[in-house]
């Protein structure tokens, strides 16, 4: 049966109101995905259909969508942005909310649900400290193979990027990629869901979605001037469908 959901976080992050609001309304493929900016008017057209709610620069951006496009699990989502000052300016408090209608499977939708934002909140907090005036020059994101959606897949990618099972959150480690290159990252998040590393130049991202009964997801957030979409996600989809492919 459909029903209400709302998962509502809070957090201080060292980047300036500002700074949190263009990576929330123009900036969104440094940390989540790309997405079209919101028309900047209450009653403005916002991404995937949505309609701008709020919009009070940079304070509260809230966008709402009924019936939401290629998605049959929810019929209404709003996300709610408020920014406020922290330390002069020179920090910002940040109270983010997603609410809606699931309309079946809820406690699986909205376990996903509240796992998955704690990790993309993560990333926008890493984007902002971490790649501070910064373009993105490429994104891509993709699932893995049918196999991928194993009980133990997520824990089957850290081992092929060499990480030990016990390897935490800020560790240093020389990570394995593609073609079987090696290259440093900071492991910045790692839980039983997710894993993130971080190098100089990306942000690279593994999501356990077969916990929800879906496939392993990647995304690749790349700064590196001259970084190409295509040829990240070529090389990296190659390496996850590799992993999976091994007896």
């Known amino acids: 049966m459909p029903k209400e959901f709302e998962i509502a976080r809070e957090f201080e992050v060292d980047a300036t109101p500002e700074e949190v609001w263009e990576a929330v309304t123009a900036g969104t493929g440094g940390w989540l995905w790309p997405m079209e900016a ?16 709020a919009w009070d620069p940079p304070h509260r951006y809230t966008n709402r969508v009924e019936d939401v496009e290629g998605i049959s699990e929810q019929t209404l989502n709003q996300l709610d942005y408020t920014i406020e000052p922290r330390e002069d300016g020179r920090r910002a408090w940040v109270r983010y909310v997603h609410s809606g209608v699931f309309v079946d499977d809820w406690d699986n939708q909205y376990d996903g649900a509240a796992k998955h ?9 890493q984007y902002l400290t ?44 020389q990570a394995e990629g593609p073609g079987g290159k090696r ?16 190098t100089d130049d990306a942000l690279i991202r593994f999501f356990g979605r ?23 996600e070529t090389a990296w989809k190659g390496w996850l469908n590799g992993v999976f492919s091994q007896p």
């Open 210 to 232: 077969n916990h929800w009964g879906h496939r392993v997801g990647m995304s690749v957030h790349d700064f590196a001037p001259g970084a190409d979409a295509e040829a990240d």
């Open 117 to 125: 934002t704690a990790f993309y909140l993560h990333t926008l907090r």
């Open 130 to 173: 971490r790649f501070a005036g910064r373009k993105i020059t490429a994104f891509a994101t993709f699932d893995g193979p049918e196999a991928s959606g194993g009980a133990d897949a997520l824990t089957v990618v850290g081992r092929a990027l060499g990480l030990a099972d016990d390897t935490a959150e800020g560790a240093r480690v």
């Open 38 to 53: 919101p028309e900047p008017r209450v009653g403005g057209k916002g991404p995937f259909g949505s309609e701008v709610t």
């Open 183 to 198: 290259f440093e990252a900071v492991v910045d998040y790692r839980d039983p869901y997710f894993i993130g590393l971080r």
